[in-house]
């Protein structure tokens, strides 16, 4: 089976604060993606990356980004964190090679204070 | 640009119940097609998919048949049960489109009741 981890369930950030949220996945998948979840938003796209070093922006990029410096591990960054960052964030994988599904982490539920 | 619709929740069902979700969408090409369940407090799981017209996808109970007279693919159950309450999503990709990218529906929250 594909397993997709994140670092951390529960994350807890004083405004201001840099914050990195990691997801690894070991099914050695070519892209992988951050999304966040948000109560009548749904999922919205905030970057994706296609290749080691490679990275596109997402729907929402604004206030975070993102580095992967390993195929297997994708690193969200938020720079400066604020309040209304506080949401689920999600990372998923894709293998490529003409399969389209992607596969999720547990997620990360992140609140700033 | 891609879209989905997905019926507007929440849905309260008794245990066996039939279950129907609706699904439809817009792509410009021939996208496959994928719904996902997210459970309380977890990621979103793929459930089944399918990648051409006419395809069936089906895993636990749960069915799905890509139409694309109708551009639709309504997620079905023939006998609900609690441990099947969560959120249903919808999605596509479109090789139109960023193959790489998915496009979800708002999700459907499901509820079975004992």
């Known amino acids: 089976d594909v397993k997709v981890t994140q670092s951390s369930r529960y994350l807890v950030k004083r405004t201001g604060e840099k914050v990195f949220l990691e997801c690894v996945q070991d099914?050695?998948?070519?892209?992988m993606f951050w999304y966040r979840q948000d109560p009548g938003l749904g999922l919205r796209l905030i970057y994706f990356s296609y290749d080691v070093k490679m990275k596109e922006k997402g729907d929402i990029p604004e206030g975070y980004s993102v580095s992967r410096e390993k195929k297997e591990r994708f690193s969200l960054i938020l720079e400066s964190a604020s309040t209304n960052q506080t949401s689920m964030y999600l990372c998923?994988?894709?293998?490529?090679?003409?399969?389209?599904?992607?596969?999720f982490g547990p997620g990360t539920r992140l609140t700033v204070l | 640009g891609d879209s989905v619709t997905q019926m507007e929740g929440p849905v309260t069902l008794s245990e066996e119940a039939f279950l129907t979700i609706n699904c439809t969408y817009t792509a410009t090409g021939y996208p496959s097609l994928f719904w996902y369940v997210q459970y309380p407090g977890e990621g979103l799981q793929l459930l089944l998919k399918a990648t051409k017209a006419d395809d069936k996808g089906s895993n636990k109970g749960f069915e799905a048949t890509y139409r694309k007279e109708t551009t639709s693919f309504h997620l079905e159950k023939g006998s609900v049960q609690v441990s099947d309450s969560a959120v249903y999503f919808c999605?596509?990709?479109?090789?139109?489109?960023?193959?790489?990218?998915?496009?979800f529906g708002s999700g459907t929250q499901l509820t079975v009741l004992p």
């Open positions: 998923a994988s894709r293998p490529g090679q003409g399969r389209n599904e992607q596969f």
């Open positions: 099914m050695d998948h070519e892209n």
């Open positions: 999605a596509l990709s479109d090789p139109g489109g960023s193959a790489r990218q998915l496009t």
